[in-house]
Protein backbone atom coordinates (compact mmCIF):
# COMPACT_ATOMS: atom_id res chain seq x y z
CA UNK A 1 0.00 0.00 0.00
CA UNK A 2 1.47 3.18 -1.13
CA UNK A 3 1.44 6.08 1.20
CA UNK A 4 2.98 9.71 1.25
CA UNK A 5 2.76 12.45 3.68
CA UNK A 6 4.10 15.52 3.85
CA UNK A 7 5.48 17.71 6.64
CA UNK A 8 7.16 21.11 7.84
CA UNK A 9 6.43 24.45 9.43
CA UNK A 10 2.70 25.63 8.60
CA UNK A 11 4.37 29.32 9.19
CA UNK A 12 7.11 31.13 7.44
CA UNK A 13 8.15 34.75 7.36
CA UNK A 14 8.78 36.35 3.66
CA UNK A 15 12.28 35.71 2.27
CA UNK A 16 12.58 33.11 4.69
CA UNK A 17 13.52 29.00 3.17
CA UNK A 18 10.90 26.49 2.75
CA UNK A 19 11.80 23.11 3.46
CA UNK A 20 9.47 20.18 3.19
CA UNK A 21 9.57 17.14 3.75
CA UNK A 22 7.36 13.78 1.71
CA UNK A 23 8.02 10.97 3.34
CA UNK A 24 6.38 7.79 1.66
CA UNK A 25 5.97 4.22 1.97
CA UNK A 26 5.03 1.12 -0.06
CA UNK A 27 7.64 2.39 -3.02
CA UNK A 28 10.97 2.48 -3.32
CA UNK A 29 12.30 5.72 -5.22
CA UNK A 30 15.30 3.74 -6.35
CA UNK A 31 13.16 1.18 -8.23
CA UNK A 32 12.98 2.10 -11.80
CA UNK A 33 10.18 3.96 -13.36
CA UNK A 34 9.19 5.80 -10.24
CA UNK A 35 8.78 9.31 -9.43
CA UNK A 36 8.19 12.02 -6.87
CA UNK A 37 6.35 15.15 -7.37
CA UNK A 38 5.36 18.30 -5.97
CA UNK A 39 2.62 20.23 -6.33
CA UNK A 40 0.51 23.26 -4.83
CA UNK A 41 -2.38 24.98 -4.07
CA UNK A 42 -3.04 28.23 -3.04
CA UNK A 43 -6.67 28.78 -1.42
CA UNK A 44 -8.70 29.18 -3.96
CA UNK A 45 -7.18 28.52 -6.59
CA UNK A 46 -6.25 25.71 -9.23
CA UNK A 47 -3.15 22.84 -9.02
CA UNK A 48 0.55 24.45 -9.45
CA UNK A 49 3.22 21.77 -10.16
CA UNK A 50 6.64 22.55 -8.76
CA UNK A 51 9.16 19.81 -9.17
CA UNK A 52 9.62 16.35 -9.59
CA UNK A 53 12.42 13.38 -8.74
CA UNK A 54 13.04 10.16 -10.66
CA UNK A 55 14.43 7.04 -9.48
CA UNK A 56 17.62 7.70 -11.73
CA UNK A 57 17.90 10.79 -9.26
CA UNK A 58 16.75 12.72 -12.35
CA UNK A 59 15.24 16.52 -11.72
CA UNK A 60 12.64 18.59 -13.12
CA UNK A 61 11.47 21.76 -12.35
CA UNK A 62 8.68 24.54 -13.16
CA UNK A 63 10.18 27.12 -15.33
CA UNK A 64 8.43 29.42 -13.28
CA UNK A 65 10.34 28.58 -10.64
CA UNK A 66 13.21 27.29 -11.39
CA UNK A 67 16.36 28.57 -9.10
CA UNK A 68 14.08 29.03 -6.20
CA UNK A 69 13.86 25.05 -5.84
CA UNK A 70 15.54 22.31 -5.10
CA UNK A 71 14.27 18.26 -4.53
CA UNK A 72 16.61 16.08 -3.15
CA UNK A 73 16.10 12.47 -1.77
CA UNK A 74 17.03 10.48 1.20
CA UNK A 75 16.41 6.70 0.41
CA UNK A 76 17.35 5.43 3.84
CA UNK A 77 14.54 7.17 5.35
CA UNK A 78 12.26 7.05 2.14
CA UNK A 79 11.73 11.18 1.65
CA UNK A 80 11.99 13.62 -0.59
CA UNK A 81 12.79 17.00 0.34
CA UNK A 82 11.48 20.30 -1.34
CA UNK A 83 13.46 23.49 -0.55
CA UNK A 84 12.16 26.71 -2.05
CA UNK A 85 13.75 29.94 -1.18
CA UNK A 86 12.88 33.44 -1.21
CA UNK A 87 9.33 32.67 -0.02
CA UNK A 88 6.90 35.38 -0.41
CA UNK A 89 2.56 35.83 0.50
CA UNK A 90 2.63 34.88 -2.73
CA UNK A 91 3.70 31.34 -1.74
CA UNK A 92 1.25 30.94 0.54
CA UNK A 93 -0.60 27.49 -0.27
CA UNK A 94 -1.47 23.62 0.26
CA UNK A 95 1.88 21.61 -0.71
CA UNK A 96 1.65 17.96 -1.87
CA UNK A 97 3.64 15.51 -2.60
CA UNK A 98 2.41 12.50 -5.08
CA UNK A 99 3.58 9.02 -6.50
CA UNK A 100 4.31 9.01 -10.29
CA UNK A 101 4.86 5.83 -12.06
CA UNK A 102 6.19 5.72 -15.38
CA UNK A 103 6.32 2.58 -18.16
CA UNK A 104 9.22 1.90 -20.06
CA UNK A 105 8.65 4.02 -22.85
CA UNK A 106 8.82 6.99 -20.29
CA UNK A 107 4.97 7.63 -20.39
CA UNK A 108 3.46 8.31 -17.08
CA UNK A 109 0.24 7.07 -14.91
CA UNK A 110 -0.11 10.17 -13.56
CA UNK A 111 -0.19 10.96 -9.92
CA UNK A 112 -1.65 8.22 -8.76
CA UNK A 113 -0.88 8.90 -4.48
CA UNK A 114 -1.63 12.12 -2.71
CA UNK A 115 0.08 12.73 0.71
CA UNK A 116 -2.83 15.06 2.47
CA UNK A 117 -1.06 18.04 1.75
CA UNK A 118 0.28 20.53 3.86
CA UNK A 119 -0.78 24.35 4.23
CA UNK A 120 2.37 27.08 4.32
CA UNK A 121 1.46 30.66 5.43
CA UNK A 122 3.52 33.10 4.30
CA UNK A 123 3.36 36.27 6.45
CA UNK A 124 5.43 38.61 8.28
CA UNK B 1 -2.95 31.83 -16.08
CA UNK B 2 -3.28 28.48 -16.39
CA UNK B 3 -1.69 26.79 -19.28
CA UNK B 4 -4.70 24.47 -20.09
CA UNK B 5 -7.79 26.25 -20.52
CA UNK B 6 -11.03 24.71 -18.66
CA UNK B 7 -14.69 25.92 -18.16
CA UNK B 8 -15.15 27.07 -14.64
CA UNK B 9 -18.08 25.81 -13.73
CA UNK B 10 -20.47 22.85 -15.07
CA UNK B 11 -23.82 21.66 -13.50
CA UNK B 12 -26.33 19.24 -14.18
CA UNK B 13 -28.70 16.85 -12.96
CA UNK B 14 -29.02 13.50 -11.33
CA UNK B 15 -28.38 10.97 -14.54
CA UNK B 16 -27.18 13.73 -17.07
CA UNK B 17 -24.60 13.40 -18.79
CA UNK B 18 -21.89 15.96 -18.27
CA UNK B 19 -18.74 16.83 -20.26
CA UNK B 20 -15.88 19.31 -19.11
CA UNK B 21 -13.58 20.80 -21.90
CA UNK B 22 -9.70 21.35 -21.68
CA UNK B 23 -7.62 23.00 -24.19
CA UNK B 24 -4.14 23.28 -24.86
CA UNK B 25 -1.48 23.44 -27.53
CA UNK B 26 0.82 21.41 -29.68
CA UNK B 27 3.44 21.31 -26.91
CA UNK B 28 0.62 19.67 -24.26
CA UNK B 29 -2.10 18.30 -25.09
CA UNK B 30 -1.37 18.21 -28.78
CA UNK B 31 2.18 15.79 -27.91
CA UNK B 32 1.40 14.14 -25.26
CA UNK B 33 -1.39 12.21 -22.87
CA UNK B 34 -3.92 13.99 -20.85
CA UNK B 35 -4.75 13.67 -17.33
CA UNK B 36 -7.78 14.33 -15.35
CA UNK B 37 -8.12 14.60 -11.28
CA UNK B 38 -11.23 14.80 -9.01
CA UNK B 39 -10.70 17.25 -5.92
CA UNK B 40 -13.48 17.54 -3.02
CA UNK B 41 -13.39 20.74 -0.67
CA UNK B 42 -10.30 20.05 1.55
CA UNK B 43 -9.20 17.02 0.29
CA UNK B 44 -5.91 15.91 -2.00
CA UNK B 45 -6.88 15.40 -5.34
CA UNK B 46 -7.82 11.98 -6.74
CA UNK B 47 -6.67 10.11 -10.64
CA UNK B 48 -9.41 9.82 -12.62
CA UNK B 49 -8.15 9.25 -15.88
CA UNK B 50 -4.94 9.02 -17.01
CA UNK B 51 -3.37 8.69 -20.65
CA UNK B 52 -6.52 10.09 -22.43
CA UNK B 53 -9.03 7.62 -21.72
CA UNK B 54 -7.55 5.07 -19.35
CA UNK B 55 -9.45 4.38 -15.64
CA UNK B 56 -7.41 3.62 -12.03
CA UNK B 57 -8.79 0.87 -10.61
CA UNK B 58 -11.94 1.57 -8.81
CA UNK B 59 -13.01 4.47 -10.73
CA UNK B 60 -16.28 3.97 -12.04
CA UNK B 61 -16.64 3.70 -15.78
CA UNK B 62 -19.56 6.48 -15.42
CA UNK B 63 -16.29 8.67 -16.06
CA UNK B 64 -14.78 8.74 -19.67
CA UNK B 65 -11.85 10.53 -21.37
CA UNK B 66 -11.42 11.52 -24.78
CA UNK B 67 -8.88 13.78 -26.71
CA UNK B 68 -8.71 15.50 -30.26
CA UNK B 69 -5.61 17.40 -31.64
CA UNK B 70 -5.09 20.22 -28.40
CA UNK B 71 -8.52 19.17 -26.72
CA UNK B 72 -9.61 17.01 -24.42
CA UNK B 73 -12.54 16.00 -22.62
CA UNK B 74 -14.26 14.72 -18.98
CA UNK B 75 -17.28 13.06 -19.66
CA UNK B 76 -19.26 12.04 -16.58
CA UNK B 77 -22.63 9.79 -17.41
CA UNK B 78 -25.25 8.97 -15.32
CA UNK B 79 -24.66 12.08 -12.68
CA UNK B 80 -24.54 11.55 -9.06
CA UNK B 81 -24.80 14.16 -6.27
CA UNK B 82 -21.47 12.55 -5.26
CA UNK B 83 -19.70 13.77 -8.47
CA UNK B 84 -20.21 17.59 -7.04
CA UNK B 85 -16.29 18.16 -6.90
CA UNK B 86 -13.20 20.60 -8.75
CA UNK B 87 -11.96 18.19 -12.26
CA UNK B 88 -8.65 19.30 -13.31
CA UNK B 89 -6.78 18.35 -16.45
CA UNK B 90 -3.39 17.91 -16.47
CA UNK B 91 -0.21 17.06 -19.66
CA UNK B 92 3.18 17.11 -19.78
CA UNK B 93 4.26 20.72 -21.67
CA UNK B 94 7.17 19.76 -23.85
CA UNK B 95 8.34 23.61 -24.45
CA UNK B 96 7.94 24.13 -20.80
CA UNK B 97 9.21 20.42 -19.99
CA UNK B 98 6.79 20.02 -16.66
CA UNK B 99 3.84 19.48 -15.79
CA UNK B 100 0.56 21.97 -16.81
CA UNK B 101 -2.34 21.86 -15.14
CA UNK B 102 -6.01 23.36 -15.96
CA UNK B 103 -7.51 26.12 -13.59
CA UNK B 104 -10.03 23.57 -12.78
CA UNK B 105 -14.08 23.23 -13.60
CA UNK B 106 -16.52 23.30 -10.47
CA UNK B 107 -18.78 20.57 -11.57
CA UNK B 108 -22.26 20.88 -9.93
CA UNK B 109 -24.88 18.36 -9.30
CA UNK B 110 -28.65 20.55 -9.29
Known amino acids: QITLKESGPTLVKPTQTLTLTCTFSGFSLTTSGVGVGWIRQSPGKALEWLAL???????RYSASLQGRLTVTKDTSKNQVVLTMTNMDPVDTATYYC????????????????WGPGTLVTVSS | QSVLTQPPSASGTPGQRVTISCSGS????????VYWYQQFPGTAPKLLIY???QRPSGVPDRFSGSKTGTSASLAISGLRSEDEADYYCAAWDDSLSGWVFGGGTKLTVL
Open chain 2, 26 to 33: SSNIGSNY
Open chain 1, 53 to 59: FYWDDYK
Open chain 1, 98 to 113: AHTPYNIGGQSRGFDY
Open chain 2, 51 to 53: RNN
